[in-house]
């Protein structure tokens, strides 16, 4: 039986970044549909684009912050309460820059840095279950090589 082209289920294809730095990790404010939650800098993977460059993307857009990855902390597969599923590629990355004035993205309230325990005492604010997994894979020491996520895009 061959499978026609509409009948093929197809994930969110999400990123996230995992930005530690002096004990505190890089978190977004954000209002999702009238609820404030707390999120890593995440967002969806665009056309054409590699996985690498929308995870540092989305941390500039939704942070002001320049980073460079460092490692892939593993890739999450999640089920939302509305029944969205996602297939998310979570990084860990370097702060090298804030650009103070440049505006932040539709819907984020603010960049925070907080510590892991304050991550954890907000645990009814974290946007999913795959927010405090990741800082959790990133103290336990879970590194995987960048190059373990390969892009063979070309130009369009």
Known sequence: MTELEED??????????????DGRFLLVEEDVRGRTV??????????DES??????RETLEET?????????????????????????FTFGADALRHHDDRPL??????????THEEIRAAAAKLRSP??????????????LPLDSVRSFITAP
């Open 105 to 114: 993205d539709t819907g984020i309230l603010q960049a925070l840095w907080l």
């Open 38 to 47: 707390l999120n890593q800098p995440a967002g969806h993977l665009e056309p």
């Open 51 to 56: 996985l690498h460059d929308a995870a540092v």
């Open 130 to 143: 795959l927010v405090l997994a990741s800082i959790d894979d990133w103290l336990a020491g879970r590194r």
């Open 64 to 88: 002001g912050w320049d980073v460079t990855l460092t490692c892939l902390l593993g890739v999450q597969q999640w089920r939302s309460p509305s029944g969205s599923q996602f297939v998310r």
């Open 8 to 21: 093929i289920w197809r994930p969110h294809v999400t990123v996230a970044t995992v930005v530690p730095r």
